[in-house]
């Protein structure tokens, strides 16, 4: 498997190659010395169509989850200023959960590797790049703590499922830049609103763990870390 991971890298097929061989520790490797990390952020960067930026930001995804050393120099290549200039970006509506749930993924991936070190068997070095894997502090900086709660406005549930999630884990770094927001108080409560009407219809059809209790839960945490 692995010479055809190489031939398919070698003639310039990356988007295609994560489709052949998804998520694989020998795919990633592979990505990363024939340079496929810096060319994806390229794609993301520049002038392309959507639908190809989409496939870029799958294969992106292959390279960096559960390869720490992927992390660093994604974050060392300027990685989070091109999703920030992504999600920002005209047209690309479509790919913001996509951002968001990568950057979810790998603050999530580097936070149970962190809490669950010393049961974990890990080698040495691998557990040395996580350690440097610095991804909170930039996020702070380039203000994907204001950029999140941006997606509220979605009428998607399954949107607004990813940034509570996202606004829950980095709640301790963002707190105070949540609160600052002009509206997102308001905009929380008038969720819960609706998401308490859901989950009440969800008990009503015999459903005692529904999603949308879910979703309310959640919410309902947010709302109270706030205060």
């Not at 959960?97 to 590797?113: C, F, G, H, P, S």
């Not at 557990?127 to 610095?134: F, H, K, M, T």
Request: proline letters at 3%; one cysteine or more.
């Amino acid at each position: 498997m692995l010479f055809g991971v190489w031939q398919c890298l070698k003639r310039h097929y990356e988007l295609n190659c994560f489709t052949l061989f998804p998520s694989n520790p020998q795919v990633q490797i592979a990505a990363m010395e024939a340079g496929a990390l810096q060319k994806l952020l390229v794609l993301l960067a520049t002038d392309h169509p959507v639908a190809v930026k989409k496939k870029a930001l799958f294969a992106l995804s292959s390279t960096l989850r559960h390869f720490p050393f992927a992390q660093q120099q994604f974050l060392k290549l300027g990685g989070l200023q091109v999703l920030r200039q992504l999600f920002q970006a005209r047209g690309t509506e479509s790919l913001h959960v996509r951002v968001i749930t990568l950057l979810y993924d790998m603050a999530l991936e580097k936070k149970l590797i962190q809490e669950n070190k010393d049961s974990l068997t890990m080698h040495k070095e691998e557990s040395r790049q996580y350690d440097e894997i610095n991804l909170l502090p930039p996020m702070l900086e380039q203000g994907w703590c204001v950029l999140l709660p941006q997606l509220l406005t979605s009428t998607e549930h399954d949107t607004r499922e990813k940034v509570f999630k996202t606004m829950s884990l980095l709640m301790a770094a963002c707190r105070n830049q949540y609160q600052a927001l002009q509206g997102l108080s308001a905009s929380l409560i008038m969720l819960r609103s609706e998401y308490e009407n859901l989950a009440a219809e969800e008990l009503r059809e015999g459903e005692q763990d529904g999603y949308f209790l879910g979703l309310l839960n959640s919410l309902n945490s947010i709302i109270e870390q706030l205060r």
